[in-house]
């Protein structure tokens, strides 16, 4: 199917070909020759393809019509276009730097994600006295007491109290209890 822009361009080129540019004090008139079939072309073209909607950014922009860019010299279309292409460029630029930020939250987020679900256990050196923890063997959670080389003292909330020596792989943070089978 043929795209809008290349429907367009067809349209340009008929004008282009249709009309007889005639300059007159900096300005440029055209000859109607041609007029009414290039019209009617213009106007299959706006009913074939709805005008999409502009994103909130570009609401306020209004382009020229067309008897008001016929009617601007060529330096003043030139800076127009020139504007357009510098407008054009900042948001690309803006566009750019939402997409990064939008990457380094959703990284942030995958992050925060490990972990909140892959929580990891705590080390001998990481438990300290009155830390709550996850006892993946006992699956409750537990306060930690006093901590000697021999053993662990542990108080769980069911009231029961243990002591025991450190093992690996056992003590997890107390959110760890969501996702190890605990609570």
């Not at 074939?48 to 330096?75: G, I, P, R, V, W």
């Not at 990457?103 to 050196?125: H, I, W």
């Not at 996850?134 to 002591?163: F, M, P």
Request: aromatic share 14%; glycine share 4%.
């Amino acid at each position: 199917m043929t795209s809008r822009e290349e429907c367009e361009k067809a349209y340009l080129y008929l004008l282009k070909h249709c009309y007889e540019a005639t300059k007159k004090n900096d300005t440029y008139d055209f000859a109607p020759s041609g007029f009414k079939e290039s019209e009617v072309f213009k106007q299959l073209i706006e009913e074939h393809f709805e005008l999409a909607e502009n994103t909130e950014e570009y609401k306020h922009f209004k382009l020229h019509s067309a008897s008001t860019l016929k009617n601007q010299t060529k330096e003043e279309l030139i800076d127009y276009i020139k504007m357009l292409y510098h407008n054009w460029g900042v948001c690309d630029e803006q566009l750019k730097r939402i997409i990064d930020k939008a990457k380094e939250l959703s990284d942030s987020n995958d992050e925060l994600r490990r972990q909140l679900y892959f929580c990891e256990p705590y080390k001998f050196e990481d438990l300290h006295e009155g830390m709550w923890v996850w006892d993946d063997i006992e699956k409750l959670i537990c306060q930690i007491g006093l901590i000697s080389k021999n053993a662990i003292h542990r108080e769980y909330v069911d009231g029961t109290i243990s002591d025991s020596p450190f093992e690996e792989n056992r003590f997890f943070p107390v959110q760890c209890a969501n996702y190890l089978g605990g609570i």
